[in-house]
């Protein structure tokens, strides 16, 4: 339908009709079609908001709601009048303002909209963005379809949820909205008497990274295809593609499957995008391609099957940038101008703009309000930094962290087992995807805030009583299955010790669990009681054994072999089971002799587990502390690759569909950044945010609701 140039020199992916899920190479072509464009196409983007609706912790003057809903004002009052514009673009113009999903995300800043009669502030947030499309995201399912359905009800004006290739016909809540039009495969926004088509796309194995119970997710490229063609048949020749598929080289996939869309507007990898001569937030910096490894300019270009060539466009996340794609129309041929990028989210310097008034009232001030309040209530105070960095940490080996929250899920399943008519857990398994804070925690006082950072999902702890000794093998075998490689699949657990040769056949299972190629790598498995699960690789015959993890990995998250296993939810999600061990259980005090750095040698590399306390005298609880009977060296997470490869729907299993892994260089440190966002919420608040009364927690989602994501 369209040709596609760079205004000054644009990218053709020439590779893209031999290899279409290969990195295309680039050539210069031709610069703008040679009478000028007769119409020019602003569109406003972001994407992954996430729930931060306060300024980003470490980068105070930047970010936040407030700030972000003046910014797009001012934007997209310029883009329509024309001020700024280069002498490509056509003096008749209009401007489609969207976002590419994930509108929250469980944690501290959401858990305010949790509150009893509180509003969700991300619904806020985003009726003063005034959006004409939204897509879809995996975590607007964390919390299961219902609250997804109540914070759609709470958007206000003519906003559409774009989703193609999905069907929520089997959700009632999600079915009305549908019915009344509010969710749709398309719609067709006006722009000064232009019409441009939006069509959704949601990342296709999702129930892999969240819970979206009976709503139905197929293959991305014939349903978005079909709707295009819809389209274009009812005479719409702007079409924008609005998707969430977790990482851009899976946008770039599609793009070179499709014909008939303009640009592609992306959601779900947090990349940042940006040309050499554009601001980013300090601390940013651009993203590699995956495949490349060269910065990805904006936007990313690709080619069709009708060497078409197709803009692909993100920004970054978390309300630090407004995206504006500039397009310009001239017959079927269309171009970029230059001015296009990231336009970053300022409080300071030339760029700065004031938050905006209403929303720092009604969203800043009562989300400020409440998340200080969780920054002062101390819960326990611990006598040695506690570990949750991803890579090298909860996505590759075990951590003192990693146990803690582990412990936690054992914990309340022993404890609650009766009331809730389950066998006491033996077991308690914690994905490493899970465990948010992405930090080291320093030595010292916790409080609700760091749980909330720590276990920010909605996941119930759940009671899977009697699996077979074999399953419960395939369990652990699908925790080191991608290792040394960092995976969110990657376990904590409690109430065991094993060991596991990564140089072994590593286990292969499909999205239902089942096991396609079995895994020979878990060699040892030793319950805290001395019973001997796996010996030499093999499974020992005795009595099966009950396990405690969260809901959203018994459902098969992160394809975790549960395979429809029956579950019971015991009464709290995994936030609330990690403060009431601190409270409760450990009377708030963390001690080093439990809970040691570099982890008390529950999951160790080599042929034999670390034997229990006491030979096996402990308690299902009791954290080990003895030494390998036949000691390893430990694994070295820097040997292997990195993460998963990231052409088409890649998902590394860490419950966010985008790869694991950090930066290399020294460990984050949660204190900094926790005084950082109680600087924000004094900030914030005296800023004249209404606050809210500190109420209880709204209960808990009905079971089989809540979920987890990424990240």
């Keep these: 339908m369209s040709r596609l140039v760079r205004a000054s020199a644009a990218l053709v992916l020439t590779s893209a009709l031999a290899a279409p899920f290969a990195p295309t190479a680039s050539a210069s072509v031709p610069a703008n079609p040679e009478d ?129 290739n999905v069907d929520v016909s089997a959700e009632p809540g999600l079915a009305q909205l549908a019915e009344e039009g509010r969710i749709a495969p398309s719609t067709v926004v006006e722009a000064s008497g232009h019409e441009v088509g939006v069509v959704g796309a949601l990342y296709p194995p999702l129930a892999t990274i969240t819970s979206p119970r009976d709503v139905v997710v197929s293959d991305v490229v014939e349903p978005v295809q079909t709707e295009v063609d819809r389209l274009t048949d009812e005479g719409v020749d702007k079409i924008i593609l609005l998707s969430h598929l977790q990482n851009i080289a899976y946008e770039e996939s599609v793009a070179q499957e499709l014909t008939g869309v303009d ?64 397009l310009n129309f001239d017959g079927d041929a269309v171009s970029v101008s230059d001015r296009s990028g990231p336009v970053r989210v300022s409080g300071t310097g030339e760029d700065a703009v004031d938050p905006h008034p209403e929303v720092a009232a009604r969203v800043t001030g009562p989300v400020s309000e409440y998340v200080t309040g969780l920054a002062e209530t101390e819960v326990a105070r611990s006598e040695v930094d506690l570990n949750g960095v991803r890579d090298p940490g909860v996505r590759t080996q075990e951590t003192n962290l990693g146990n803690l929250v582990a412990d936690a899920l054992l914990d309340t399943g022993v404890r ?91 286990q292969v299972v499909d999205e239902g669990g089942q096991v396609l190629t079995p895994g020979e790598r878990v060699r040892n498995v030793v319950l805290h009681d001395g019973t001997v699960l796996v010996e030499d690789g093999d499974v020992v015959d005795g009595d099966p054994v009950t396990v405690v993890t969260n809901d959203f990995s018994a459902r098969g998250g992160d394809m975790y072999p549960f395979r429809g296993a029956d579950f019971t939810v015991v ?22 002799a439990a809970y040691p750095e570099g982890g008390s040698g529950r999951i160790v590399v080599g042929e034999r587990a670390t034997v229990p306390d006491g030979d096996g005298g402990g308690s299902p609880t009791d954290p080990p502390s003895g030494d390998p009977t036949d000691p390893a060296d430990p694994a070295d997470p820097t040997d292997g690759p990195t993460g998963p490869p990231s052409t088409g729907p890649t998902d590394p299993g860490d419950g966010s569909g985008k790869p694991g892994g950090d930066a290399d260089g020294p460990l984050p440190t949660t204190g900094g950044a926790l005084f950082g966002l ?18 209880r927690r709204r209960g808990s989602p009905a079971d089989g609701e809540p979920a987890e994501p990424d990240s």
């Design 36 to 164: 000028g464009a007769d119409f020019t196409l602003t569109i406003l983007h972001a994407n992954d908001p996430e729930s931060q609706l306060l300024p980003a912790p470490e980068q105070q003057g930047f970010g936040g709601a407030d700030r972000f809903t003046t910014l797009l004002d001012r934007l997209r009052d310029s883009e329509g009048s024309g001020a700024g514009a280069e002498g490509d673009e056509a003096d008749e113009r209009g401007v489609v303002t969207v976002n590419s999903g994930d509108m929250y995300l469980p944690g501290p800043e959401f858990a305010a909209s949790r509150e009893d009669g509180a509003p969700f502030y991300d619904a806020i947030a985003a009726n003063h963005a005034d959006y004409d499309a939204i897509s879809m995201g995996n975590h607007e399912f964390d919390f299961g379809p219902d609250v997804y359905a109540d914070f759609l009800g709470q958007l206000e004006g003519d906003t559409t949820v774009v989703a193609a």
């Design 263 to 326: 640009a592609i507007v992306a959601g779900g990898g947090h990349e940042v995008m940006a040309d050499p001569d554009d601001a980013l937030v300090p601390g940013d910096e651009v993203t590699a391609h995956p495949e490349t490894g060269e910065p990805l300019a904006y936007p990313l270009m690709a080619t069709n099957p009708e060497g078409v060539e197709v803009p692909i466009v993100t920004a970054g996340s978390n309300y630090k940038y407004v995206g504006r794609l500039v």
């Design 416 to 506: 609650n087992a009766d009331e809730y008519g389950v066998p006491a857990p033996r077991i308690g398994i914690q994905n490493g995807g899970g465990i948010r804070n992405s930090s080291v925690i320093p030595a010292g006082p916790l409080t609700s805030l760091d749980t909330y950072s720590i276990a920010p999902f909605a996941n119930q702890v759940a009671v899977v009583p009697s699996l077979p000794r074999s399953q419960v093998k395939e369990l652990l075998e699908q925790g080191v299955a991608a290792a040394p490689a960092a995976s969110g699949a990657f376990m904590q657990v409690a109430g065991v010790n094993f060991a596991y040769d990564p140089e072994r056949t590593a």
């Design 571 to 592: 009464g709290t999600t995994y936030q609330g089971a990690l403060e009431n061990l601190l409270t409760r259980t450990l009377e708030g005090q963390v001690t080093e």
């Design 678 to 695: 109680i600087a924000a919420a004094v900030v914030a608040a005296g800023a004249g945010g209404t606050a809210l009364y500190l109420g």
